[in-house]
């Protein structure tokens, strides 16, 4: 199951109502694809794991220690161990509508400014999924997975170049990529304009509706012949006065984009 942005935005608020404040005692790999810090906090102890999955990413708490991978830690979970274990988390926060949320770290008077010294990043977006540790000035420290330019050349991951954030979601209006609207200032005008653009796009026509009495109407005619063949064979209804199947209706109608569909694609 692939987690969306609502979920982790529901995560994050828990994460800052639980989290924050806790202590990272300890960083394991149980898989290649996945780290586990143990966090005490709140007078318990609980481990967050977190996975890189192509198909089953996730954050989520595990009250169980997990296994370890192997006996010798990994090159990152070393790095992990250097600058997480003794620190506490001091906030939580994930970018609108994007599919990871950020850990930050402090130690000693960090704590009580709520000042992060080193994030982690965790980003679930299915065979991009991935975990970055940063600095304070977002200077990538190291990832659970390197990328480099020539894979990537819209952002490379490795250690000593600025992190960046996954590029933004878009939309098409004429012909042309565009910024997706902004909810919180987006007006009617705009929505009515992003909507005929789509529509003429698609070459989908307006949705049609039944005119009221147009049922009654279409049976009229096959009422009045089977009255007419009724009075010709001596009140007998003959085999032609079966009722007409109906007609399957259009399929534009029903493949006609929904205004939830149109609101989905075009504002963020």
């Not at 009075?231 to 205004?259: E, L």
Request: net charge positive; aromatic share 4%.
């Amino acid at each position: 199951m692939q987690i969306d942005a609502l979920t982790l935005a529901a995560l994050a608020d828990e994460f800052r109502a639980e989290l924050v404040g806790s202590r990272i005692d300890d960083v394991i790999q149980p898989t290649p694809q996945a780290v586990a810090l143990q966090c005490w906090g709140g007078g318990r102890n609980r481990w967050l794991m977190v996975s890189t999955h192509p198909q089953l990413a996730r954050i989520h708490y595990t009250a169980q220690k997990p296994r370890k991978l192997t006996a010798e830690p990994p090159a990152f979970v070393m790095l992990l161990r250097k600058y997480l274990e003794g620190a506490r988390v001091v906030a939580v926060r994930q970018p609108r509508w994007e599919r990871l949320i950020e850990l930050g770290f402090g130690r000693g008077a960090e704590i009580a400014e709520g000042k992060a010294s080193v994030w982690l990043i965790v980003e679930t977006m299915g065979r991009f999924s991935n975990v970055t540790l940063t600095d304070g000035e977002a200077i990538i420290l190291g990832a659970l997975r390197t990328v480099t330019a020539e894979v990537n050349s819209y952002r490379a991951i490795l250690p000593h170049i600025p992190y960046r954030y996954p590029p933004p979601q878009t939309r098409l209006l004429r012909g042309a990529t565009l910024p997706r609207l902004d909810g919180a200032d987006v007006t009617a005008s705009l929505l009515r304009e992003a909507a005929a653009d789509t529509l003429a796009a698609l070459d989908v026509p307006p949705l049609a509706t039944d005119a009221p009495g147009d049922t009654d109407a279409a049976a009229t005619p096959q009422d009045g012949k089977a009255t007419k063949s009724a009075k010709g064979s001596g009140g007998k209804v003959g085999p032609t006065n079966k009722p007409t199947p109906a007609k399957p209706k259009a399929k534009g109608r029903r493949d006609a984009p929904t205004v939830a569909g149109l609101l989905a694609a075009q504002v963020s």
